[in-house]
């Protein structure tokens, strides 16, 4: 399972999940918010992942397809983030390539 995307829902909120489409509603599994803080150290950006909904046990989720706005491609970091936890485990690396 690759298919690591993000959803802007028409209420403002972002997804991250594997997404299956189906006729007319989206099928989310391991769905989770993106949230970002700073770090207090080095007043850089990090980024995390809650549960979408803590409070269930469900790792599959339905949404109407009328109720998202995007659907788009993650970040390398968060995708490396949500594929080291819940995908396969594989972390594409960041590659520099210096003469």
């Not at 209420?11 to 997404?19: A, H, I, K, P, R």
């Not at 995390?48 to 397809?65: A, C, N, T």
């Not at 706005?69 to 995708?79: C, D, M």
């Amino acid at each position: 399972m690759n298919n690591i995307k993000v959803l802007q829902l028409t209420n403002g909120d972002q997804v991250v999940c594997f997404l299956t489409e189906k006729d007319d509603y989206y099928e989310m599994k391991n769905a989770f918010k993106p949230v970002m803080d700073v770090d207090p150290a080095t007043g850089r950006p990090q980024f995390g992942l809650m549960p979408l909904i803590p409070i269930s046990d469900d790792d599959v989720f339905k949404i109407k397809k009328e109720h998202v706005a995007i659907v788009a491609t993650p970040l390398k970091e968060i995708a490396n983030e949500f594929n080291a936890k819940y995908g396969n485990g594989i972390v594409t690396p960041n590659l520099k390539i210096t003469q």
